[in-house]
């Protein structure tokens, strides 16, 4: 039933090549071929991979109902290490019929587990938060096998992660309704907080752990069952994770995970009357989609987007406090998130001196292998990923960008890049328009304040802005002015269980974390007690 990939299956190691691993969007009945070149063995991710294999903790099928499942027509899709390009393990290939039986166990349960009280469903998450903890260094070095992030920055995911479940159990107790003063004296007015019912939970794979927990935390808390359909290239973390909840002593078939064809899945969910809300974290375009679909059988939706992060320096900002705080913004994850700085947008005063400086730092940081300890820049997900960076910054290069540093894959080959700084960025190139969503810092300059706005808002998405500036009061107009769900003044990394994120615009729509995410499973319910006047 595990389907560790039969030794990490290799096919050509080694050589100078630069080729990237063709991960497979179809599904095989056979252990997937992969051509690999790569420069560089990762025997350490081999040893990771078969210890966490002979420890029980690499789960290779889908959670259907409480029970590991393989997909009805024996196929399998490979998942691969995005360092070594090698297939660390083969996870089932599902469709409509397996996302339906899945919907179908969620359905089942939230019978139950939304009849319990707050406080059982609190124990739980609690229980649930202790194991994911207790096994950080596990689901961290699965994170860096099938996502490649650094050890340390995954360990930080899994307690970022985490933290969305603890704070859910404790939030669990504080769904409170109201009761409204009635206009009539006979009658008596209440507003009651039930939960919106299964949900599907559609989840990215630059944050295999956080973005689920972020969803299923506040949803099971509020008495919601889920269908978690992560992506293909990280299954790994969420079926550990999963495996965690069942330990925890959450029922079967509260939390179901299902794979394979995104569309398939994604159609059966949208289809199902069963399913509620989809709560989705990804791309604007498959955003909007869902939202389309979702109007067949008027669920709730809650999407995270695509963002296109400004990131305003200002000539009175600190300059250690801008380059520290971009630096952080920029590079997490490799420029792989939705938050990420991507448009960094210097006063002219300063420019010169921040690029310099800028670039300075940047060059200091380690490319490589997420296992070793010194590196901060993992490799990309995918050999599109690289694909799409190149194509950015050709186009911004024939648009009169200049490259101060990088500017090309790294010498390590695979899906690595160097980290990189282009000066002379305009509004028009495609790199301003859109996320790179990889290690490319442009720089574009401005003159006014109200210029840095306009440059600023000029974008369909609201996700993440951020302001560099020493003047509390230019801080807080700025703020006031940027159209994004989120700011962060004089800070790159913003992103905490407590507080809401969100965009506006074409970046989505409701809350994650905070108490504000709570309300996004949560239904509300009038009730109107008359008589009340005769005994
Ligand atoms: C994302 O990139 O979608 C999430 C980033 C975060 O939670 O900070």
């Known amino acids: 039933m595990w389907r560790m990939a039969a030794a990490l299956t290799r096919i050509a190691a080694v050589g100078g090549g630069t080729a990237a691993p063709a991960r497979s969007a179809h599904c095989s009945s056979m252990h997937h071929p992969v051509t690999v070149l790569c420069r ?60 339906s039986d899945a919907i179908g166990s969620a359905y089942d349960a939230f019978k139950s587990w939304s009849k319990l009280t707050a406080a059982e469903r609190s124990k739980c998450l609690r229980k649930w938060y202790d ?5 950080k260094e596990e ?16 360990i930080g995911e899994v307690n970022y992660g985490a933290s969305f479940i603890e704070f859910s159990a404790e939030e669990a107790k504080r769904v409170y309704g109201d009761i409204i003063p009635s206009p009539l004296s006979d009658r008596r007015l209440f507003v009651l907080k039930q939960p919106v019912g299964v949900v599907g939970v559609i989840t990215p794979w630059n944050f295999p752990l956080a973005m689920i927990t972020r969803k ?37 078939g509260v939390v179901n995970v299902v794979m394979g064809h995104a569309s398939d899945i994604g159609d059966a969910l949208l289809a199902s009357p069963q399913v509620r809300k989809i709560s989705f974290t990804g791309s604007t ?42 630096l952080a913004s920029k590079f997490r994850n490799s420029g792989q ?70 500017g090309k894959r790294h010498s390590l080959g695979m899906t690595f890049y160097e980290p990189t700084v282009i000066t002379d960025v305009k509004s028009d190139m495609l790199i301003s328009r859109e996320e790179v ?31 560099f500036t020493s003047n509390i009061q230019r801080s807080w107009r700025v703020s006031e002015a940027l159209e994004y769900g989120i700011v962060g003044v004089n800070e790159g990394i913003v992103s905490t269980e407590v507080a809401p994120f969100g965009g506006v615009k074409q970046s989505g729509l409701g809350r994650e974390g905070s108490k504000y995410g709570m309300d996004e499973y949560l239904e509300m319910k009038y009730i109107c007690l008359g008589n009340m006047l005769s005994n």
């Open 337 to 406: 998130t939705c938050v990420c700085a991507n448009r960094i947008i210097v006063q002219e005063g300063i420019y010169e001196k921040f690029a310099d400086a800028f670039s300075k730092a940047v060059q200091k940081m380690q490319v490589g292998d997420g296992f070793h300890d010194d590196v901060s820049q993992g490799p990309l997900i995918n050999e599109a990923a690289v694909q799409k960076v190149e194509t950015f910054l050709e186009d911004a290069i024939s648009k009169g960008a200049k490259v101060i540093l990088g």
């Open 216 to 252: 299923v935390g506040p949803a099971l808390a509020c008495g919601c069952t889920v269908v978690i359909k992560p992506s293909e290239l990280t299954p790994l973390t969420a079926l550990a994770a999963a495996e965690l909840a069942l330990q925890a002593g959450i029922p079967p």
């Open 40 to 99: 560089q063995i990762s025997t350490e991710a081999q040893s990771v991979a078969a210890r966490l294999n002979s420890s029980g903790f690499l789960r290779t099928q889908a959670l259907i109902g409480g029970k590991w499942t393989d997909a009805y027509d024996g196929k399998t899709i490979g998942v691969n290490n995005p360092a070594t390009g090698e297939v660390i393990a083969n996870i089932p290939c599902m469709g409509a019929r397996e996302a």
């Open 131 to 135: 194991l994911l903890i207790g096994h």
């Open 139 to 154: 689901l961290g070095q699965l994170m860096t096998l099938e996502q490649g992030k650094p050890l340390k920055e995954a």
């Open 285 to 326: 375009a498959v955003g909007k989609k869902l939202m389309a679909g979702a109007a067949g059988t008027v669920k709730k939706v809650s999407l995270e987007l695509g963002g296109n992060a400004p990131c305003i320096v200002f000539d009175d900002a600190d300059l250690d406090v801008a380059i520290k705080g971009t």
């Open 437 to 467: 969503f990889g290690p490319v810092a442009p720089l574009l300059r401005f003159k006014t304040e109200e210029e840095a706005v306009q440059i600023a808002n000029d974008t369909n998405a609201g996700l993440a802005a951020y302001v």
